[in-house]
């Protein structure tokens, strides 16, 4: 036994003091490694979609319905089995309904607690009785424990559980009792969450998403370059506040920053309406949805423009300061004739739709004027200063990063940048060259230091890569040549609009190359799979998500409203339990009052993208490994114990 060996086993030695515990510790364990793993529940390009969002989450992508069709069979009708699912994703709006017109609503009580219970006995089943005992509310987990677990002493046992219930009911405690089932049966059939990037912007609720998430009991997200600008916000990046900003009145969100984060705007509304007053603002037309008022478009508009112009004087500031991005076509405010109402745009004249920029100087076109600067300090400071934009963002930092390793599978928002040959393509970052995982690993980094490092100069420039991972041409979220945002406001002609996205798009069914990039990041290609989001699906093109072989799987399908005219559908997601992979495209979701009123689903059709030659278990788990590595220490104290090289406390 070397000395760092000897270290470990005395630290192990404080937790499990003799034979007896250390023994007892490597049996549970090691019963643990049989159980069948976890069902994995994955989700991407949420885009503030919080009703759609919750809704999935509530049905675990159909799995909540699969229980219940498991257990029940034929023995109960299919209205039954819609009432008792949506009593399960809605119990508290659920009970409402029921109490106000059930007539007899104590045997209303006594039938859906009875199912309840036996839905839990289901979905518990995988797991150990510790694992449940902990996901218990605190309220009612002696009672559930008692009634999900089988007692061989008891003769009567259906006497002794209908007796429990008929208290429960007896002392008004039911309606309570089935909304604590209802969540737990909820937290019990997803046991991991995976977001592969993009909660924020177009949708009217990522504030919303975000708080299920950090509540939520187990999640992992990896940056979209969605999230990425909101960080970068959050960090004090200007550029990225002037795109948030933008965004968000292009969409008809400005009410996310208003009210849902409490930001200010009224700096930048004050000046939009002094500064634009007589401009033209009709290249900047508001998208809004049903919900938007109105009454604020005229000054949402103004705010639009005003704020565009200063994301791109911000923007080409800090491309000026970093020549090594590469992105001076990006530049585009000089090279505008205000006379000749044209612009040079990659060589070629062009007609401007507008060139009314009341705050544009020819001569010094990217330099703020006064009160564009006053205007972006008071910006900075509230989306610094927002206490919950700051809780968000640090949830994120520390459940997030820009890819993740997962039970033997990669999951990545964007792309592996790469070159038309397919081989890794190389992306200048701070003088060095860096290509596939590694690239990865540098951004993460920077994105990192930009939030948390305490030097102003490490943290601005970490700022600035943000705003690099948002838009810049190697990144690995954007994955795209350029954002054309300038030309889509001001040029017609549509050819200028065109975003060509890196080459890895043109070789997803290419098994060379998407073997490379698994091996690139320490995995087996030939059982692994990449989990990708970014590039909506058009199902209504014919386009499958599943590509090469099923190796690759892209799983975003217009969750986005702003999308699904697009895509055809409502969003991908993905499930992954001990049998298999399984891919659901979802329909558009009504709305929330409509599944508890009417007890619509959203339908979902359902698509096995692999089953497993055998059930996989724990042990075939990431935590697997971990037990795993934890029983050999634990073995190795037992025998240093037996020995004495240890001395066990008696």
């Known amino acids: 036994m070397n000395e760092m060996e000897q270290k470990v086993l005395k630290t192990l030695s404080h937790q499990y003091k003799n034979i007896a515990a250390a023994s007892t510790e ?4 090691q019963s643990i490694l049989n159980l069948p793993k976890g069902t994995e529940h994955f989700l991407t390009d949420i885009h503030g979609e919080y009703e759609q969002f919750n809704h999935v989450l509530k049905n675990g992508s159909g799995s909540v319905r699969r229980k219940i069709d498991e257990e029940f069979g034929n023995t109960i009708s299919n209205k039954d089995k819609k009432s008792l699912a949506t009593l399960i994703y809605y119990p508290e709006s659920k009970l409402e309904i029921v109490e106000r017109e059930e ?19 289901r979905v518990s089943s995988k797991y150990t009785r510790s694992k449940v005992r902990k996901a218990l509310p605190k309220d009612f987990a002696y009672v559930i424990e008692e009634l999900i677990t089988e007692k061989e002493e008891i003769q009567d046992k259906e006497a002794y559980y209908n007796e429990i219930i008929h208290t429960i009911i007896r002392i008004g405690r039911a309606p309570q009792f089935i909304i604590a089932l209802s969540h737990l049966i909820q937290q019990l059939v997803i046991d991991h969450l995976h977001i592969v990037g993009d909660i924020y912007d177009r949708g009217p609720g990522p504030h919303i998403i975000m708080d299920t998430l950090c509540e939520y009991h187990s999640v992992d997200v990896q940056w979209g370059n969605h999230d990425m600008v909101w960080m970068g ?5 200007l550029a990225c506040i002037a795109n948030v900003v933008r965004m968000s009145a292009r969409y008809g969100n400005l009410a996310t920053l208003e009210d849902g ?22 290249a900047f037309t508001i998208k809004f949805n049903t919900d938007y008022n109105t009454k604020d478009l005229g000054l949402d508009t103004k705010m639009h423009k005003a704020i565009a112009i200063l994301q ?5 500031q800090l491309i000026m300061r970093h020549p090594e991005f590469h992105m001076e076509d990006r530049m585009l405010l000089h090279r505008i004739d205000f006379e000749k109402k044209t612009i040079c745009v990659d060589g070629k004249e062009y007609p401007m739709k507008d060139v009314d920029f009341p705050t544009v100087d020819p001569v010094h076109p990217y330099e703020l004027t006064e009160e564009e600067s006053k205007v972006m300090l008071r910006l900075q400071q509230v989306f610094m200063r927002c206490e919950k934009l700051q809780r968000h963002v640090k949830f994120l930092f520390s459940k997030g990063g820009m890819y993740k390793i997962y039970n033997g599978n990669l999951l990545y928002h964007g792309c592996v940048p790469l070159n038309p040959d397919g081989s890794f393509m190389q992306v200048e970052i701070c003088g060095k060259e860096y290509c596939g995982k590694a690239l990865y690993d540098i951004l993460e980094y920077y994105a990192r230091r930009g939030y948390y490092a305490k030097e102003a100069k490490e943290r601005a420039l970490g700022q600035d890569m943000i705003w690099y991972i948002w838009a810049g041409p190697g990144s690995p979220v954007f994955g795209k040549a350029k954002m054309a945002t300038f030309e889509r406001y001001f040029l017609k002609d549509k050819e200028t609009h065109i975003e060509e996205k890196n080459s890895y798009y043109k070789l997803l069914e290419n098994e060379e190359v998407i073997g490379r990039i698994l091996e690139e990041f320490g995995l087996d290609k030939a059982d692994a799979h990449i989990v990708n989001g970014h590039v909506p699906v058009e199902q209504i093109h014919g386009e499958s998500p599943i590509k090469c072989g099923g190796k690759l799987l892209i799983i975003d399908g217009g969750f986005s409203k702003a999308y699904q005219k697009k ?8 499930v992954c339990n001990s049998r298999g992979m399984r891919l659901v495209a979802h329909e558009p979701f009504e709305s929330t009052e409509a599944a508890i009123i009417k007890e619509s689903d959203i339908f979902s059709d359902s698509v096995v993208v692999e089953n497993f030659p055998r059930r996989k278990l724990v042990a075939d788990t990431d935590t697997g490994k971990e037990i795993q590595e934890n029983i050999f220490y634990l073995e190795e104290l037992l025998e240093a114990y037996r020995e004495g090289t240890i001395m066990e406390e008696v």
């Open 26 to 29: 490597i049996i549970n364990l």
């Open 261 to 282: 984060y409490g930001i200010n705007l009224l700096p930048l509304a004050t000046f939009a309406l002094e500064t634009y007053e007589n401009t033209n603002c009709d």
């Open 233 to 237: 916000a959050a960090a004090g990046s």
């Open 103 to 121: 007539d007899n609503l104590e045997d209303w009580y006594k039938i859906s607690l009875h199912r309840l219970v036996q839905v839990i006995k």
């Open 312 to 316: 791109f004087k911000l923007e080409g």
């Open 567 to 574: 895509t055809g559908i409502a969003g991908y997601t993905l």
